[in-house]
T-cell receptor, first 114, second 114 residues
């Protein structure tokens, strides 16, 4: 069973609209949670990194939230643009000597249409 | 500052041949990680290397796969006697340090085994 589950699998929205992507994780213990954007045919690019003590982190039009008690995170995208079309991946790392080992979700494929 | 470089970007091999994937980390980065992304799956950790040392290869199949990061030159992921199931995207990432340092990903090598 994947320790990082994302929903929805895919999402289609119109340009200018907002959307929220969800991530539930069972990875424990937990060090930090990251959201990556992966364009088709490219490597993942980091959007936000949050430690367990942080509730929210923003990066431009991207805002990530984290509830470490319920092990849930969300990524909110405001005023979407065509260039936001990509896969958004939730990634969790564990603390200590193995915190380089990232556990990836399968991603949510976002399509922004004009 | 050039990002993480991977080559080739696309590689086609027949069953039984060898595949060599190369990764040049970002300038100043001495930590390299390899990940594999099978179709419809999230990225999975394979191996973590520092210069001339394999630190953690717990995610790498025991047979046919090997990795190195020599003192000079790129990191190499080598797959011997490839099979159809090896078809995947292989991503390399690098970081400046170990604990809580950002991992920067390359564009990936897409391996197709015919």
């Amino acid at each position: 069973k994947n320790q990082v589950e994302q929903s929805p699998q895919s999402l289609i929205i119109l340009e200018g609209k907002n959307c929220t992507l969800q991530c539930n994780y069972t990875v424990s213990p937990f060090s930090n949670l990251r959201w990556y954007k992966q364009d088709t045919g490219r490597g993942p690019v980091s959007l936000t990194i949050m430690t367990f003590s942080e509730n929210t982190k923003s990066n431009g039009r991207y805002t990530a939230t984290l509830d470490a008690d319920t092990k849930q995170s969300s990524l909110h995208i405001t005023a979407s643009q065509l260039s936001d079309s990509a896969s958004y991946i939730c990634v969790v790392s564990t603390p200590g000597g193995s915190n380089y080992k990232l556990t990836f979700g399968k991603g949510t494929l976002l399509t922004v249409n004009p | 500052n050039a990002g993480v470089m991977q080559n080739p970007r696309h590689l086609v091999r027949r069953r039984g041949q060898e595949a060599r994937l190369r990764c040049s980390p970002m300038k100043g980065h001495s930590h390299v990680y390899w990940y594999r992304q099978l179709p419809e799956e999230g990225l999975k950790f394979m191996v973590y290397l520092q210069k001339e040392n394999i630190i953690d290869e717990s995610g790498m199949p025991k047979e046919r796969f090997s990795a190195e990061f020599p003192k000079e030159g790129p990191s190499i992921l080598r797959i011997q006697q490839v099979v159809r199931g090896d078809s995947a995207a292989y991503f390399c990432a690098s970081s400046q340090g170990l604990f809580n340092y950002e991992q920067y990903f390359g564009p990936g090598t897409r391996l197709t085994v015919t």
